[in-house]
């Protein structure tokens, strides 16, 4: 088989698990939406937790999706992610999960399961992504854990776009204390109890429940394209990449926000993969917030990467790149100082491929062609897993 055609029937996997989870799980995504929206409105916020590697990058990533919106007309909701750099996952939970909280458990470990034990003693809301007895509990039963991952991803940014439907609706979150949660525009002033008098909540919940559906068709599609038409490239990247590694080379990775969570869990599979795959090398450039702060305020934010990839770089290594827009300079100065050095450049951009792509600013770029960012970070974690498994397939002297 072909890289192209193999890349493709990866997408249509994807895809087939994509239509069985959410079309079993979208009238619970809906109603679990009005709950939470319920909670931020009596100014509950959300804490996800989680203990492993890959557990840390979904906590990081959800809360700042949530803290800092990139739709616009979204709002900024109250969300921490904690993890055991902290310390103990619990011990964290005990000290800072309040009764109105939505606690988000990644994973089955132990110490995970009794975090969520004193969340829901706490009286939260609580949801988890395997059966560790939360509430609300999404389990995608998939044999391949990086496919498993991808729709958790994909459930999780759903759950951030949805919420804010109801907030339009403030008539139907039940117990809230904080007023008001939204107007009904210009003319609101002439219909003050407008909002308030709503009773229709099936019908809301049916609109959300379609949304999520078309979401779910959304990104397969775009899993799909971005697998079909950079199959080639992923297989060439997971040979070079592959290569980098005989020869003693590590990867340092990184991204922005949504990203800088991308990159975190690429170093998480590359560092602790999953059974049969072999540990590699990997640095996180997002990883120290002392670096980064530091070189953001004495040099500039567009050098916060560029620095480590000076003090960490050498010739057998791989930078690898995630990017939404493809431009931000931060990542470009980090690119083009890497390919000063010799390292190997790999990049995961979105939109039309921005500068990277336009540029040739990476040896090998993968290209999601969207504007919605949610869907591209979804979709590149995609093109990322498969050349993690490639990694380990390909030979790295053809």
């Known amino acids: 088989m072909s890289p192209a055609a193999a890349a493709a029937a990866e997408g249509e996997r994807r895809r087939a698990a994509g239509e069985k989870f959410f079309g079993a799980e979208a009238d619970r995504i809906a109603r679990l939406c009005h709950r939470m929206a319920e909670r931020f409105a009596r100014g509950g916020r959300l804490v996800a937790f989680g203990a492993g590697p890959v557990a840390r990058s979904d906590a990081r990533h959800v809360a700042v999706e949530f803290v800092h919106p990139v739709i616009v007309g979204k709002r900024a909701l109250p969300a921490l992610g904690l993890t055991a750099e902290g310390g103990l996952v619990a011990a964290q939970v005990e000290l800072l999960i309040e009764p109105d909280d939505i606690a988000l458990a990644f994973g089955s470990d132990p110490e995970t399961v009794v975090a969520l034990s004193v969340a829901r003693e706490r009286g939260?809301?609580?949801?988890?992504?395997?059966?560790?007895?939360?509430?609300?509990?999404f389990v995608a039963e998939e044999d391949d854990p990086f496919v498993a991952q991808e729709l958790v991803e994909?459930?999780?940014?759903?759950?951030?776009?949805?919420?804010?439907?109801?907030?339009?609706?403030?008539?139907?979150l039940e117990g809230r204390t904080q007023r008001p949660m939204h107007d009904t525009g210009a003319s609101s002033f002439l219909y003050p109890f407008f909002a308030e008098q709503e009773d229709d909540l099936e019908s809301v919940v049916a609109d959300v429940r379609a949304s999520v559906l078309a979401k779910?068709?959304?990104?397969?599609?775009?899993?799909?394209?971005?697998?079909?038409?950079g199959g080639g490239v992923l297989h060439a990247a997971a040979a070079a990449l592959r290569a980098r590694f005989e020869a003693g080379g590590r990867v340092l990775a990184l991204g922005n926000g949504g990203s800088a969570t991308d990159a975190m869990d690429a170093?998480?599979?590359?560092?602790?993969?999953?059974v049969g795959?072999?540990?590699?090398?990997?640095?996180?450039?997002?990883?120290?917030?002392g670096i980064l702060t530091a070189i953001a305020n004495d040099v500039g934010v567009e050098s916060v990467f560029a620095r480590q990839v000076i003090a960490h770089g050498r010739g057998s290594d791989a930078l690898l790149?995630?990017?939404?827009?493809?431009?931000s300079q931060n990542v470009l100065r980090a690119l083009e100082e890497a390919r000063r050095r010799?390292?190997?450049?790999?990049?995961?951009?979105?939109?039309?491929?921005g500068q990277i792509f336009a540029g040739g600013l990476a040896d090998h770029v993968v290209v999601t062609r969207s504007e919605h960012i949610p869907r591209i970070q979804e979709a590149q974690a995609s093109g990322w897993h498969v050349l993690r498994t490639l990694?380990?397939?390909?030979?790295?002297?053809?």
């Not at 170093?267 to 999953?274: C, E, G, N, Q, Y």
């Not at 795959?277 to 917030?289: G, H, K, Q, S, V």
């Open 124 to 137: 939260c809301l609580t949801l988890a992504d395997a059966r560790v007895g939360a509430e609300w509990e």
């Open 154 to 172: 994909t459930l999780y940014h759903v759950l951030w776009e949805l919420v804010h439907v109801f907030f339009d609706h403030r008539g139907l």
């Open 216 to 229: 779910s068709e959304e990104i397969s599609a775009l899993r799909e394209a971005t697998l079909r038409e």
């Open 267 to 274: 170093v998480a599979d590359l560092r602790s993969p999953p």
């Open 277 to 289: 795959m072999t540990p590699r090398p990997a640095i996180d450039l997002c990883e120290d917030p």
């Open 321 to 327: 790149a995630f990017s939404t827009s493809g431009g």
């Open 342 to 353: 010799g390292l190997l450049t790999i990049a995961f951009v979105g939109y039309d491929g």
């Open 391 to 398: 990694v380990e397939t390909v030979s790295a002297h053809p």
